[in-house]
């Protein structure tokens, strides 16, 4: 089970971090994506940090602001979130699989979501 948490209301320009925890297993065997998903729109990529190769990959819409981690000693898969700009308000989810790299964005790739984090960001 996944459990996303961190998310709040915050003045553009700011900073939030989210945090994904596992119960019950660990994230070591698996790729983990954040995605959102605002009001009226399709759930979107934002990271994900793939277990093949170990290396992170980013929407161009977040790149230079976001970035994911794996954190093993809490078993979290972080994603801290700066500079934050209206747009990207939205409700976040984390979500685990073992998608090939090539579908790394692709939601339906990842077997297990999150119950997702609202982020706000006001201007």
């Known amino acids: 089970q996944l459990q996303a948490s961190g998310g709040g209301l915050v003045q553009a320009g700011g900073s939030l971090r989210l945090s994904c925890a596992a119960s019950g297993g660990t994230f070591s065997s698996y790729t983990v994506g954040w995605f959102r998903q605002a009001p009226g729109k399709e759930r979107e990529f934002v990271a994900a940090?793939?277990?093949?190769?170990?290396?992170?990959y980013y929407d161009d819409s977040v790149k230079g602001r976001f970035t994911i981690s794996r954190d093993k000693a809490k078993n979290t898969v972080d994603l801290q979130m700066s500079s934050l700009k209206p747009e990207d308000s939205a409700v976040y989810y984390c979500?685990?699989?073992?998608?090939?790299?090539?579908?790394?964005?692709?939601?339906?790739?990842?077997?297990?979501w999150g119950q997702g984090t609202q982020v706000t960001v006001s201007s």
């Open positions: 979500a685990t699989g073992r998608p090939i790299i090539s579908s790394i964005s692709t939601s339906s790739a990842y077997y297990y």
């Open positions: 940090s793939a277990v093949q190769n170990m290396r992170t």
